[in-house]
């Protein structure tokens, strides 16, 4: 079965750090690959998304991630983090036929501190 | 344009009662999804509209969870005989098209259910 994981739990990083937030897939295929940001109290905001063609994405606030076939990894980063990116992140893949939801990891929480 | 909304943002009940959760997708999107989120599970695929098509349920937990979509719009999530285990946020999406995965979804903020 399908499955996404994003090994880290929660994540702490300085003001002005760079980043990186780890997503591992498991499908027979390569999916369609997402990233979405869910700030406090929000739902869900489509960060970027990857389809096929160029493996480096960019998306939006300064976020790009690198699709890997051979490690099966989407890993979202960032240069220079901003305090204003403490959020939840949630890596998901969608098969590329038929029509199904979207498969969600189980998050990981980015604090940022001064 | 609007985006997704969903009423009520926060729901309190009590262990038992019924309860309908409401949600308005973007004009003209044809898809529509009902998510959950709780602690320690994630976000978990409950059902999915697409067009005049049979709903996909094969996300529902029970037969306690049913969902309907009137007039290709608005959709409706009713949970019966509450449990606590019901406690979670609600999140509902749409998208444009056939619900591919060519096709982005767009998050509406939730409904908090807690039951008590």
């Known amino acids: 079965a399908q499955s996404v994981t994003q090994p880290d739990i929660h994540i702490t990083v300085s003001e002005g750090a760079s980043l990186e937030l780890r997503c591992n897939y498991s499908y027979g295929a390569t999916p369609y690959l997402f990233w979405y940001v869910q700030s406090p109290g929000q739902g869900l905001q489509l960060l970027l998304k990857y389809f096929s063609g160029d493996t480096l994405v960019q998306g939006i606030k300064g976020f790009e991630a690198e699709f890997k076939r051979s490690q099966s990894s989407f890993n979202l980063r960032k240069p220079s983090v901003h305090w204003s990116d403490a959020a939840e992140y949630f890596c998901a893949v969608a098969p590329r036929s038929g029509n199904t939801p979207l498969v969600f990891g189980k998050g990981t929480r980015l604090s940022v501190i001064a | ?116």
């Open chain 2, 1 to 116: 344009g609007a985006g997704v909304s969903q009423s009520p943002s926060n729901k309190v009940t009590e262990k038992g009662k019924d309860v309908e959760l409401r949600c308005d997708p973007i004009s003209g999107h044809t898809a529509l999804y009902w998510y959950r989120q709780s602690l320690g599970q994630g976000l978990e695929f409950l059902i999915y509209f697409q067009g005049n098509s049979a709903p996909d349920k094969s996300g529902l937990p029970s037969d306690r969870f049913s969902a309907e979509r009137t007039g290709g719009s608005v959709s409706t999530l009713t949970i019966q005989r509450t449990q606590q285990e019901d406690s979670a946020v609600y999140l509902c999406a749409s998208s444009w098209t056939s619900g591919s995965g060519t096709d982005t979804q767009y998050f509406g903020p939730g409904t908090r259910l807690t039951v008590l």
